[in-house]
């Protein structure tokens, strides 16, 4: 790949601090094809980037984004069962998902090195295809969020913030459906053995691609006592309102509506998915890992087509440390290059640069609203969320399921990216705590003990000191 030749790419969607191993990005990167083909739309480029093993930054273009959102609403003006039809798939695709991952788990310590490696390609396959139909909230939410603010505005003025609240309300999340039901089990006479059958169907609740665990039933004897089912959403407010909005001049409102929420389904729907998967994949990496004398973390930075080698020098030591130190791979028009150490440095600000932003006033959209003050606490990976105290901000790249134990210790929450249908923004009015999303590189803008205002009704952030 020549990168002379593509020239600068306008990025759109410019995530980091996410924890990802690179068969993830693989998968991501195989699936455009069939992606493509039933969104009826094309992705022209997109950018992983791999730093110190796995923290990790993804970027899609302006074009691509925009011609996604697009997409969904054309589809869903030619069908309004479009969305339906989408859901099921991604049902049905993480059903099997799952079932083959968790199967070839079960099996692997009964196979040997070529049997486990052939269940693994099974299962990256299975991962890439239902990356296909689960990525679209990426490479649309962000461009719909946009347009369902100013529909907002245009139909109820300074009635917008009120009126977004209530039609921005998501279904239920996968880990708010965990907790109501431990609940539930809770009240049960025969709480014990409900408990079994309850930890197998939630162990992955914490779990990200990276950090894999089993959780046991003392993990969610002890998770009982800090759920508040007090801080619910109420869904009757949405329909509510939905069915008094039938005059034709709501219609795109509607339809910006109806697919967002499919869209926060979908994205919750697939981080399940995931993090179950993870922990199956990853079990079945270590003990590839054990046999070919690498590291689990190691394993982490093969490309799946390096993982199916039974050759040990299938990838070098010093290759290896080069990629320890960064990867990049890069998509364009079909075309794919795989970078690590300095050369992917170069490339990444060649083709991505990161621009720190200036100035003491950040702008983002806001998700539930209020207006407080306090100490930032900035947290650019997963591992360092111990450190975040009682009341203080938390300003990070964006949040994931695994975030939610230490998301209530904030007392607002900041992320540079995201829309109305992120993790961030549907936890934020779950827990009724002020939240700003899609504020680019505030990490880079803020430090940990800065003083800043945060008024998510105008969507600004304030560094006062």
């Known amino acids: 790949m020549d990168l002379n030749k593509i020239g600068r790419v306008k990025w759109y969607h410019d995530v980091s601090n996410q924890r990802s191993p690179v068969y993830v990005g693989w998968a991501l990167m195989n699936c455009f094809a069939e992606h493509n083909e039933y969104y009826g739309r094309t992705i022209k480029d997109c950018m992983f980037a791999f730093e110190n093993v796995c923290v990790t930054r993804i970027c899609y273009s302006e074009r691509d984004i925009k011609e996604g959102a697009e997409a969904l609403l054309r589809n869903y003006s030619g069908d309004h069962l479009f969305l339906e039809k989408t859901e099921k798939i991604v049902l049905d695709r993480g059903k099997k998902f799952i079932e083959t991952s968790r199967q070839g788990w079960l099996n692997s310590k009964d196979k040997d090195l070529k049997d486990l490696l052939k269940s693994l390609k099974i299962i990256q396959d299975y991962r890439t295809k239902f990356f296909a139909y689960s990525m679209i909230p990426e490479l649309s939410a962000e461009i719909l969020g946009e347009r369902f603010d100013e529909e907002l505005i245009k139909q109820f003025g300074n009635k917008s913030s009120e009126y977004g609240a209530i039609l921005s309300i998501p279904r239920e999340s996968e880990l708010r459906r965990a907790e109501r039901e431990l609940v539930d089990i809770s009240k049960k006479k025969?709480?014990?053995?409900?408990?079994?059958?309850?930890?197998?169907?939630?162990?992955?609740?914490?779990?990200?691609?990276?950090?894999?665990?089993?959780?046991?039933?003392?993990?969610?004897?002890?998770?009982?006592?800090?759920?508040?089912?007090?801080?619910?959403?109420?869904?009757?407010?949405?329909?509510?309102?939905?069915?008094?909005?039938?005059?034709?001049?709501?219609?795109?409102?509607?339809?910006?509506?109806?697919?967002?929420?499919?869209?926060?389904?979908?994205?919750?729907?697939?981080?399940?998915?995931?993090?179950?998967?993870?922990?199956?994949?990853?079990?079945?990496?270590?003990?590839?890992?054990?046999?070919?004398?690498?590291?689990?973390?190691?394993?982490?930075?093969?490309?799946?087509?390096?993982?199916?080698?039974?050759?040990?020098?299938?990838?070098?030591?010093?290759?290896?440390?080069?990629?320890?130190?960064?990867?990049?791979?890069?998509?364009?028009?079909?075309?794919?290059?795989?970078?690590?150490?300095?050369?992917?440095?170069?490339?990444?600000?060649?083709?991505?640069?990161?621009?720190?932003?200036?100035?003491?006033?950040?702008?983002?959209?806001?998700?539930?609203?209020?207006?407080?003050?306090?100490?930032?606490?900035?947290?650019?990976?997963?591992?360092?969320?111990?450190?975040?105290?009682?009341?203080?901000?938390?300003?990070?790249?964006?949040?994931?399921?695994?975030?939610?134990?230490?998301?209530?210790?904030?007392?607002?929450?900041?992320?540079?990216?995201?829309?109305?249908?992120?993790?961030?923004?549907?936890?934020?009015r779950e827990l009724k705590v002020p939240c700003i999303v899609g504020v680019s590189n505030i990490t880079l803008a803020l430090k940990t003990g800065d003083m800043i205002e945060v008024d998510s009704e105008k969507g600004v952030v304030k560094k006062i000191k």
């Open 190 to 428: 025969n709480f014990n053995s409900l408990l079994k059958d309850y930890v197998k169907k939630y162990f992955w609740i914490s779990n990200n691609y990276i950090d894999t665990v089993y959780l046991d039933e003392k993990y969610f004897r002890n998770k009982l006592e800090g759920i508040d089912m007090n801080a619910s959403l109420d869904l009757s407010k949405k329909k509510k309102l939905m069915d008094s909005l039938k005059d034709k001049k709501y219609d795109t409102l509607r339809a910006i509506t109806d697919i967002i929420e499919s869209l926060a389904f979908i994205q919750d729907y697939r981080k399940k998915v995931f993090m179950e998967t993870s922990y199956y994949t990853n079990e079945i990496l270590r003990i590839i890992g054990k046999e070919k004398g690498y590291e689990l973390m190691d394993m982490f930075l093969f490309n799946p087509d390096e993982m199916y080698d039974l050759k040990r020098t299938v990838v070098s030591d010093e290759e290896l440390s080069r990629r320890r130190k960064k990867i990049v791979f890069y998509y364009h028009e079909g075309d794919f290059g795989f970078y690590s150490g300095e050369e992917a440095v170069k490339v990444e600000n060649m083709i991505a640069p990161l621009k720190i932003p200036e100035g003491r006033v950040f702008n983002g959209r806001g998700t539930y609203p209020g207006k407080i003050k306090g100490e930032a606490r900035v947290i650019k990976s997963f591992t360092e969320l111990n450190t975040l105290k009682q009341g203080e901000i938390l300003v990070t790249g964006n949040t994931t399921p695994d975030y939610l134990p230490f998301l209530k210790r904030a007392r607002a929450i900041i992320t540079e990216k995201g829309g109305l249908t992120c993790h961030a923004a549907i936890i934020s």
